[in-house]
């Protein structure tokens, strides 16, 4: 798996798991669910990712869009 794989598989995790909470425990989730885009739309406009930095230093294979 490459690095742009996990980092859209964990975004897209938070973002139901932030969705699910606020809909069976309380809508203050859907702020993990915004934060998430937010740093997604950050991510695309800067190329900065923290989560893309912490897998490139572990070792992870890189793809096309975290370079």
């Given amino acids: 798996m490459t690095i742009d794989r996990i980092v859209l598989m964990f975004a897209g995790t938070m973002a139901l798991v932030g969705t ?20 997604m739309l950050q991510a695309s ?4 990712c923290p989560l ?14 975290f370079e």
């Fill in 20 to 39: 699910l909470l606020a809909w069976l425990v309380s809508p203050w989730w859907l702020l993990l669910t915004g934060f998430v885009g937010l740093n």
């Fill in 45 to 48: 406009l800067t190329g900065f």
């Fill in 52 to 65: 893309a930095m912490l897998l490139r230093a572990i070792g992870v294979k890189p793809g096309v869009a």
